[in-house]
Antibody, heavy 120, light 108 residues
Framework: QEQLVESGGDVVQPGRSLRLSCAASGFTFSQYAMHWVRQAPGKGLEWVAAIWFDGSKQYYSDSVKGRFTISRDNARNTVSLQMNSLRADDTAVYYC?????????????WGQGALVIVSS | EIVMTQSPATLSVSPGERATLSCRASQSVSSNLAWYQQKPGQAPRLLIYGISTRATGVPARFSGSGSGTEFTLTITSLQSEDFAVYYCQQYNKWPPWTFGQGTKVEIK
């Protein structure tokens, strides 16, 4: 069955960088778009970034554009989120989510999340 | 950006009763509307996509309806495991993919 496992969450100081990874299994990873969605403490869901099945397109929310980079390795069934110039308002649980198709649909499977705390 | 607005913010319902949750889009999202359930400390779970199609394993007491900009999630005969936060999401026009702010269904 489909499984997504995030790793890399940590406590980091403002202005520093952090890289999250998501390991996928149970489906043909290279056929599906992937997303990162975050949830600040006590808040709702916010889409962060998406990458197409073949890595040909990446999309970002305005709040992270220019600071975060999404990438994937279809040989290793992983998707990553490189987060630079972190700010306090980036503090959140970051979920990796599988798209229903190779490009922009709904999210049919989610990982358990990785907690990122940005604090001095 | 399409803004999704859910109401009410909190819904108090007794077990066995019906819950009706609303979601409004700032512009038409066609049939590209999904609902997710999130329990405390857990990841969101897909419930419904395409306005009314239940995801695999979702009980029949969950149903979705609506069109264009107005959508409803109905839970008939609420069970204890249904008390959670529910989010609607549009995937018609992106980026960004946008979620409503959530409706918390709590025990009355």
């Amino acid at each position: 069955q489909e499984q997504l496992v995030e790793s890399g969450g940590d406590v980091v100081q403002p202005g520093r960088s952090l890289r999250l990874s998501c390991a996928a299994s149970g489906f043909t990873f290279s056929q599906y778009a992937m997303h990162w969605v975050r949830q600040a403490p006590g808040k709702g869901l916010e889409w962060v970034a998406a990458i197409w099945f073949d890595g040909s397109k990446q999309y970002y929310s305005d709040s992270v554009k220019g600071r975060f980079t999404i990438s994937r390795d279809n040989a290793r069934n992983t998707v990553s989120l490189q987060m630079n110039s972190l700010r306090a308002d980036d503090t959140a649980v970051y979920y990796c989510a599988k798209d229903f198709d190779h490009s922009g649909y709904y999210f049919d499977y989610w990982g358990q999340g990785a907690l990122v705390i940005v604090s001095s | 950006e399409i803004v999704m607005t859910q109401s009410p913010a909190t819904l108090s319902v007794s077990p066995g009763e019906r819950a009706t949750l609303s979601c409004r889009a700032s512009q038409s999202v066609s049939s590209n509307l999904a609902w997710y359930q999130q329990k405390p400390g857990q990841a969101p779970r897909l419930l419904i996509y395409g306005i009314s199609t239940r995801a695999t394993g979702v009980p029949a007491r969950f149903s979705g309806s609506g069109s264009g900009t107005e959508f409803t999630l109905t839970i008939t005969s609420l069970q204890s495991e249904d008390f959670a936060v529910y989010y609607c999401q549009q995937y018609n026009k992106w980026p960004p993919w946008t979620f409503g702010q959530g409706t918390k269904v709590e025990i009355k």
